[in-house]
Structure formats: C-alpha cells, structure tokens
C-alpha cells in the first residue's frame, strides 16, 4: 500500500502533466509555476479544504485565493480531474480534461488568469494583477467574521510577488484584525519572469518579515506532503496565539521536470515537439518518488473532500430611514436650515441609515473616518466595520473579498487616493465585485490642501470602465456627483440597492440644499434645476457638484444681460445624454458642460453623444492647469478659469 | 552659555511658534505633526544637511524629502528663518517670516503641501498623497550614484503613513540597492487622522520591520538633539556594513504644547483665540528646557549650515542611432522584412541606442525586462539601469526622484501595470518630474493572457491629464499609441528629447512596418495612411495601435463595396483634432474612431472637438465589455466587437 505521501506525489505529478498538456494545447501560459505548486494544490484542494465539488462557490467553503494568477493551470488541471462544476457558455457542468485542453480559448471559461465571471465560480476574484489575493483573502475572512462561520482561506502568493507592497498592506490588515482564518502560503520558487527573485524575496529574508508583521512563520519544503501537512496544523496554534499563519514553501519552478528548470522558462509552455520528453521526466520523478503504479481506487481513498460548513443565509434588509429622518435623528435639522450640510456628511448619515438597515452593509476606511463621515458606521456597526489604516490598494481589494463573501462593502476615503487603488478597482469589476466606493474631499474646491489632496483624475478614467457593461449587463462602475446633501443621500441609497459597483464623489463643502424630500435620483438621470425663459437666447449648462452652485449663480447676472439658461445637474456618469440633446435641441441647440475636473468626465460624455448627430454644438470647460492650493474653493476655481465670471465669459461667447 | 541641546530646542521652539502661526493665519493645516518634527527639522535643516540657502534646489546638496507632506508647515518655518530662496510669481528672493504667513494663499508659493513647481524650489517632488517619499528619495539617491557624488537624502515619512505598502516597495529598493545615502526617518508621534496608530506601526513593529527589509535602524527620542545626532552619525556604520540607515523617532504630536496633544487635534489649525496660550506654551516648554534667553548670535554661531558639494555638469545628448542602424546592430533585418518586429522590440532598440547616446537616459524595470526589452539597455548600461522588481508604485516615484536628480527616467513595465501607479505618476506630474513611461502588452489584442493584463482603461486617465498644461506649458502627459516598429522607435525618442511627461503605449504583437524610414512623428501630429479614390462615399477612419492594421484592411473591402476610406494613424493625444476635422470635412464629413481600449482616447477626442462646431459627424468604437482571454488577437477583438467584420459592418451603416 502506498503512503499518503506517495499519493500526494502521485497526484501532484498527474495534475502537473495536466498542466504541461494544457499550456502546450493553449500555445501560452505558465507550466513551471504550475508544477512549483503541484503538492500545494493537491494538499489543498484533495485534502486540506472542506468544499464542494459541485457547488465550487458555496459560501460555506473553505476557499483559495490564487494571488499569483498565472499558477493557474495547476488549479484549472485539479479541477478537471475532480470534475469540478464550471459553466461553459453560462451553463453548470462537471470539467473534464478535454475542457482543461480549452485553456484560452475565447469561448471558455478556462482564462488565462483566474476569471471567475466567465464561468468559473471556484475563483472569488480575478487575479493575475500581482499582489492584490492576499487582500482579496482578508476581505473574505472578514466576511466570514461577519456571518459567524469558521472557515479557512488559503492565498497562494508568488515570492517574487511578495516585492508588491500591497502584500505588506494585507499582512498587516490581516494582524491587524487577527483575521486568523486566512493561511498565507508564498510559494517560493526563487525564479521571478526575467531573473532569479531579489535577496529581499528569499525565504530566510519573507520569514523574517512576515514575523515582524505578526505572522506565525513555519518554513517549508513545498514539495513535501508531510511537511505541508504539519504547516497547515500549525494554525490551530497560530489562531490560539491570536497570529495569522504564514507558510513558506520552499518549492522548484518546473518541479519534476529538470529541462524546465533554472532560468529562462517563465510564461513559456513547453513545444509540441518536446511534449512527451516532458511529459516522462515528470514520469521519472514520480517513480524515483516510489509514486506509480499506485491505483485510481487506493488514490481516492486516500484523498476524501471533506464538506463545506453551513453556508450563511442571506440576509434581508430593511427600509433605511430617509433622508429627513436621519437629519432628526442627527439633530442636524438647524444645519440643513442654515445650508451647512455638506455631501460628505450626507454619506455618513446615508451609511449609518444603511448600516441600521440592511445587515449586508459593512464598511471600510482608511484612517479618514472623521473627515469622510463613516465614523457614525463604525461606532453604531464596529462588527461589520474594518479599519483598514492608511492603505487604499488593500482597502480596495479587502472589498472585493468582501463583497465575493456575499457583503455589501462601502470604501470610502479621500477621492485622491482611490487612484492609487484604480488597477485594483478595475480588477475589482473584471471579478463582478459590488464594489460601493466613496471618495469625498473631490475637485478642486477642496482648495487650501492643495492638488496632493484633490480628485480631479479619478473621473476619466471611471467613467471610461463605465461604458463597458459588465457580466450583468450594467455599467461596469457609475460614477455619481452630487450637488447638495440630499442627492448625495438618496444616491448612496441608489448605490446600496443597485447589484454593480458605483463610484460616489462627494464634496467636503457644505452646500445649499437643491432638492426637497421626496425627490428622487435614478442611476442614469439627471436633473434640471433651472428653467429658461421663453423668448430669449438660450443655452444649457451641464454641470455637477460644486459647480452646478457656481453655475446657478452665474445664471442669473447671464439673464440679467439677455441669456436664459437651462442649468443641469448632471450627477450621472453614464447617462443619458441624448436626452439632454433633445433638451438642447429645444432650448438654443447648445450645450456648455462644466466640470472641476480634467477632462474624460461630463464634458466627453455630452461630446461623444453630440457628435454622432452634429446638431447640437458643445463647448466644454474643465481643469486644464495644475491647480494649487488657494484659501477659499472660489480662489482655486479663478485659478484654474472656472470661477462664476469664466462660466459668465464663455457661456456669452458660446451664445454669441 | 547654551549648550548645543538647549540651542536646538530653542530653534525647535522657534519654529514650531512660527508653524502654529502660519496655519492659524491660513485657517487650516497641520500645525501638531509640524511641532512633532520641531527638532528633527531643526538638526536637519540647521545643521546636518549640506546646502546653499540661495540655491535650494542645487544638484550638490543634501536633500530632505518629507514624505508625511502635511507637515509641510515646519519646513517653511524653518526655511522663513533662514531666508531660503523661493519664487514668488515666478521670480527669486529670500523669504520672509511675512511670506510665510501667506501659507495656503492662492498667490504664495507656500502651498497645502509642498509643492515645488508652484516656486518652491527646496522640495524635489510634491509629497501629500502619502506614501510616495521615500521611493522619490530612492530616485535622488539613484541619480546621486549615477553622478558620482557622495550626497544625502534624508527622507521622513510618519508612522500612520508607513502602512502603505509603497513604504515597503521603498524599503526593499533601496535596501536592494545598497543607496546607503538615504536615510530613513519614520516620526513615530503615534497618531493618525482619525484615531491612534495601529499596533502594526508603533516604533517596536517598525523597528522590527526595517530590520527585517535589512536596514540598520536606530530608535531614538526624536525630541533629544543629542539622540538625533547620534542616530544620523550612525550612516558611517550602516554605509560599512552597506546597509541604509532607518531613524525610528518616538516624537509627540503637539509637542510643547499639552492642549494640543493627544487625539482630535490632526489638521487642526489653533483658534485665533487661542494663538497667544498656545505659543506661552511653548514658551513655556522652552523655559523648562533652559532654551530661553539665549541671543540669537550664539544660535546662530552654533547653527552653521555646511556648503553643497559640487553639483554634477549637465551631460550632453548625442545624436542616438537610426532605426536603420540599429536594427543592423541588432541584426533584425530578416525580421524586419518578415515584418516580425513588434512595437515593443522597437522600444528595446531605442532604449538602448538612447543608453549609448545620452548619459542622462536611466532606465527602471519591474521584472518584465525580457518582455519589455529593456533587457538591451540593462546589459549595455548597467550603471545607468535600476531593477525595480514586481513593484510599479515604487518604480513610478523611483522615476519622480531620478528626474529631480536631473535625469531622464524610461520606466516600463506592462501599460496594465502602471494603472497601479496612476496615483504616482499623477504626482510625478505634479512635481513636474520629465517621466518617461513605457507600457508594454496594450490592448485587448493581447488576447491569451487575459483582462488582468490587458492595458485599456489607461489611455482614457492620461489623456484626461494631458488635457491640462504642465508648468511648462506642455501637455502634462502626452500619450503615443504607435502602431508599427518604425513610429514606435522614432517616438521613444521624440519622447526622450520632449521635456514634459510621455506614456509611450508598445504593442507586444508583431505587425507590419507602414512606414519608410525617413517619416518623422512629431508630437501632437498624426498620419494618414490610407488616402481615398475621389469621386466616392468616401469616410475618414481615425485609429491606433494594432486597429490601424485591422482597419486598413478593412478599407480594401469597404472599397471594394464602393465606400472609400481615409485610414488615419492618430498616434498621439491630445492630437490636432482641429486637422482631422478639416480632412473629413473634405471627405464625406464623417469620422469612425475605432480603438481597442475602454472610452475616453481617441474618440472622445476627436469628438469633443467635434461638437464644438457641429459640422462633422462622429461614431466611436471601443471596449464596450469586458474582455477575456483568447488565442487570438482576432479572436478577442471579436469578442469586444472590433473585429474587421465590426469595422466594415459599422462603416457601412455610417456612411448610409
């Protein structure tokens, strides 16, 4: 009878042949990476976690987070030899190995990278962007925390990965939490894609960091059943010193495979030709590991899945109270009256309203509580609250875990700082996250702190991922900017209810309230907020945010000398903008758009719609030099020619 | 007489005075992490560094990144003290104790955080988006070791600020590199924004950390002028045992004055009425120290600030090889004419004909050199190049300091990658750093690999900031999307002698050369490529990258159903779009953009443009959903509907 390492061996030479055949069937893809992790995939997926075969996205499951996304013919081969349930062409069937030779293909679910929306639910998250799964594992442990459920998330990180400092921002989220669920493996086959992996990635020098970041350290052979075996124990260990567990396994790129190893076989599938050599050397290896001749029978015996736990129910939510409700409860009713409510202070009584509501809701920051509002979440819901510090790229990705554990997780800091996070975002959406983020503090009115601290990036580049749809056929992210306290309220209620991620700006200044109570704000809308009048010259300024105030402002001396506006705020991005052309087309056929922002936001929007017809003309006006810091938001508006006399000046020349 | 302590306290108190100051007379600020760094800066400024009072930003001199910029307010004291030269509206004098109560003021140079291109020419990069400083000091230090000079870079980032994982990346690169010139100084005063440091960054967890990452570290009382001193005359030790030196410096937050110590004082400006209690507090703490009463010629004699060493000679660019030329070195003329030469080859042999040409050309990798092709370079120029491994927010601020330091820096890595470090180099734009970007593997037509490694939500965020003028008045990015070997080579170095900030876009697929080698590419210029036959529906089809090819086959079929094209390669953005206009004007009045990443390029351009006058028609295609891996670059274009098919079937329906 063959041992269990025997066995082990056995499998994670079978599911490294596999991983060969399917590079090679592919043309591309990473075949020694995959044979580095062959006895990690097989420890785990055949043993170690708790899952279900048919059901591979159970929430009651034990999961595994492949942060070095290109490892992952190794878990794709697992899967066809378990005849995992994926779903081809949106259907739900059991893989096979001919569907593992599709590796690729545009018309499988099979993907380069881990791609979990095209059909391939035992992946939580899109990986392959270096550096974001061991965030992705934190947030799916915080989820488990949430939902009360004991179950384990193993990440598999790359050594020369672990250079990406987002790492180190997980590992101490991780500490931090005591997130003791998550099982950091960094699979250390010390060959990076173009050289051998920094002195800074060797095994000695990531033990010692991840035990200054409070890590339970056990150093491995990877490719040693027993030793992956004892590591893995360790974390009962680990979880009673109240330390998250780190393995690191001393593993071989191209394991079993002597032709493919050393440098200068990264990302190169082995040629056709070389395929059999191949194929027999992993051969050699398993019979010098005394692991052939061993039957199918005496391997599944061995290798038995345990189950998942009990899957949390999905839980309901309420009515959030509304806007005028909450503004009593905050005794913030004299505020309002004296228009001292800014946006951001509409998030936090928007987000605590949900967090008192809707038991899905929890909430991430990053050490801007005070300043953003969502510090009324985190005192009234410190259970589903996690301070994530000053590190948006794991914030972001801690809420892709979150929202794949089946939460509704709101991220919110400074707008600035979410593009230090927007690859991760982006991945974000590629992984259908429901991503709910809020960056306040936006555009340049935020004035005295200066560009280091103002959004006015952030919204091109939103908004460009916002018209591809995603795999729900939504916008793949809305991006919302609103004008007064409460559209800010009633959007962040929209964005709560809608199943996409949406992108909410929100000023820091306090501003007059524009609507009343009952009005509401659809995803794709827009809103008139003056009227022209009949008879004269007209034009229609499209704007939002700060600046539908400024442009309110500069409508009435435009009257006063003949124009009539129609001014609009158009807190959507994307909407609908040929409705605003008809809008246009009767009322002057021209459309001025004004943003405190650099281009790519409303102003192209409005352009792009336009120019198919060429009937209505549009002239825009947005941020085109580096602002800089100016003690009042209008200082910084005349810096950048965006104050109430630049829109006064353009509109009459547009106007002519 | 004073002892050298009491001298230094009583400077700290000085400007610590005149912080608290200058925050209250600009109504906002960060006046208690300023008095926590009172005799950091003093030593420093005072005393340590090396420098020309007259010429801050000389090349020769010890510099002081504060990577915590928010504690900016310190630094201008000190600089009002000394009479350092600035720039007030363009023009240098010393400045005064009156400027610097101009803090924050539209027209001042002091600005919310420094800033240097607004005319503050001490700072080398524009910090407040935390995280970044200590990468920018890792580039000073690089361009000081390419230079030859023996300077210093003190770099001081605070504790909260060192969760973001970018600290790390830091770290490790210059650790990794042995830059033993800088030294790092983490202000422990143990409180963030919104809340106390967490645990992960208390002065025992970071000591432990930057010794783990494998840097001598010191921990100090960073209120104790004997303890400072001896902490920075620890760099001998570190510089022989080569490692970098890390200062953990327990400071208080407020210190010297109690009612502005301790949580809820962060950003916090001190009431005009309360100014005169707060500076008797300090006071007060002065007296205590025995740091009153001693004239201001005995701190000045103590106080001597050292000379710069001799700045580095600006070197002179040759003239770099031709295309021609160095496809011969290369022995790439078979490929040539097998048109197998890819865009991004083409960038390796400009790379390397700029390392043999202008010494002033460094390059920065991370871990994608054999892919990128700035193998060449690496090898030719081994001096001049800096690995930056797996960690692209690092490399991007790396960059920001090699440009300070008088450099021009080519950082590439894959166009994905750098989405990561939007964030960076939107920072780097600010500091006015002559960033040279090269991203690698664009567009969907990378097809196997997969949407994680896909750069198409890029262009739409640099083309937004291109919109907006540097303080040079250039573009402040310029975007180049060439499509074959020869453009992709002239633009490497159009973009090399261009003194503002390029992102160069390098296909990895091979694809024929569409022009001879005499065409030139001037920035902001595009080409026609196609022209049409007269007399016929005739339609103007505006593209980049890998489409130009798709769409000029395309133009042979749509000819062939009688509708000629006009086939534009609109290389760069912002580009004359006002020209394009004019040439569809004179065929047909219809433009179609086709390019394969997600809105806001090419299109929104062309029709921003448009719709100001109304006069010509345009239909855009682009990533409309979210791609996924094929084995083709055909097989994924038709998946996101730009197949040729896509082409010629919206072409048709355009013209009507």
Redesign the interface.
């Known amino acids: 009878m063959a041992s269990f390492s025997q066995i082990i061996h056995a499998k994670a030479v079978q599911i490294g042949k596999l991983s060969v055949q399917a590079t090679t069937a ?4 990473h075949p020694t990476t995959a044979l580095s992790l062959g006895h990690l995939t097989t420890m785990l997926m055949y043993h170690a976690m708790r899952w279900d075969l048919t059901d591979p996205g159970n929430r009651g499951s034990d999961r595994l987070v492949l942060s070095e ?1 290109h490892a992952v013919p190794i878990v794709y081969a697992a899967c066809a030899d378990l005849g995992v349930t994926f779903l081809p062409g949106g259907k739900a069937r059991r893989m096979t190995v001919d569907d593992l030779m599709t590796l ?3 018309d ?1 679910p099979i ?3 881990p ?1 979990p ?2 059909g391939f639910p035992f992946f939580d998250a ?6 974001q799964g061991l965030s992705v594992a934190g947030g799916l442990a915080a989820a488990a925390r949430v939902d009360g459920i004991d179950k384990v998330i193993y990440c598999v990180i790359g050594d ?2 672990s ?7 997980a590992m ?1 989220f991780i ?2 939490h005591k997130l003791t669920s998550v099982v950091a493996i960094f699979n250390c086959n010390s060959i ?4 051998w ?5 060797s095994t000695e ?1 990531l033990a ?2 991840a ?4 890590w339970k350290v056990v150093t491995i052979d990877g490719h040693n059943p027993t030793e992956i075996s004892a590591a893995l124990e360790q974390r009962k260990a680990a979880v009673a010193e109240g330390k998250p567990l780190c393995v690191i396994a001393k593993t071989v790129k191209g394991w079993g495979s002597p032709t493919n190893q050393g440098l200068g076989h990264h990302g190169t599938p082995v040629a056709a030709k070389d395929l059999d050599k191949v194929l027999g050397e992993l051969d050699q290896t398993a019979k010098e590991l005394g692991a052939t001749g061993i039957s199918a029978d005496e391997i599944n015996k061995a290798l038995t899945i345990q189950p998942p736990l009990k899957a949390p129910a999905v839980k309901v939510a309420g009515r959030p109270r509304t806007f005028q409700e909450a503004v009593e409860k905050a005794k913030l009713g004299e505020a309002l009256a004296k228009n001292k409510l800014s946006p951001r202070r509409a998030f936090g009584l928007a987000l605590e309203a949900l967090g008192d509501s809707n038991p899905n809701v929890v909430a991430l ?1 990053a ?5 953003t509002f969502a ?1 009324d979440f985190a005192k009234e819901q410190p259970s589903h609250f996690f ?1 994530c ?3 948006e ?2 914030m972001a990705s801690v809420g892709v875990g979150l929202s794949a554990g089946g939460k509704i997780p709101f991220a919110s800091t400074f707008g ?2 979410f ?6 975002i ?2 974000g ?2 992984s259908g996250a429901n991503l709910k983020l809020v960056g306040t503090h936006i555009g340049v009115t935020l004035a ?6 103002m959004a006015i ?1 952030d ?3 939103m ?3 916002g ?5 729900q056929g939504n916008a ?1 992210i809305t991006v919302l900017t609103p004008s007064d306290a409460v559209s800010a309220y009633a959007l962040v209620l929209e964005m709560a209810a809608f199943p996409s991620a949406v992108y909410l700006r929100a000023l820091r200044a306090e501003t007059v309230s524009l609507y009343g109570d009952n009005e509401t704000f659809p995803l794709g809308g827009f809103k008139v907020v003056r009227k022209a009048a009949a008879g004269k010259k007209t034009l229609v300024i499209a704007t939002n945010g700060y600046l539908v105030h400024t442009a309110l402002s500069a409508a009435k001396k435009l009257a006063d000398a003949g124009i009539e506006t129609v001014i609009v705020d158009a807190y959507c991005l994307p909407f609908e903008a040929a409705e605003l052309l008809k809008l246009a087309g009767a009322n002057g056929g021209k459309i001025l758009t004004v943003e405190d ?5 409303l ?2 929007e ?3 719609q ?11 006006m ?5 602002p ?4 009042t938001p209008e ?2 508006l ?2 950048v020619h965006l104050s109430e006399a630049d829109i006064i000046s353009k509109a009459t020349r547009f106007v002519g």
């Open positions: 592919a043309g591309s893809g996304g690729r293909a545009i499988s993907d380069g990278h791609n929306m095209v899109a990986t392959g962007s270096l550096g020369g990965e250079r990406e400092g987002q790492i180190w921002e101490d500490a931090d990076g894609q173009s050289d992996v920094s002195h800074a990635q020098m010692r960091k035990e200054a970041f409070g920051d050490d801007v509580k005070n300043s510090q301070e510090r000053i590190a790229q794991n600035k700082f593009i230090r996070a927007l690859d991760q982006e991945m959406i590629i005295a702190d200066g560009p280091s601290q990036a919204v091109a580049f908004r460009a991922i018209h591809a749809k995603d795999h793949a922002n650099y281009t790519g936001g102003g192209s409005v352009a792009e336009a120019a198919r017809t060429a009937q209505v003309k549009v002239e825009s947005f941020v085109e030099n580096l800089k810091s100016g003690k200082d910084v005349t810096y």
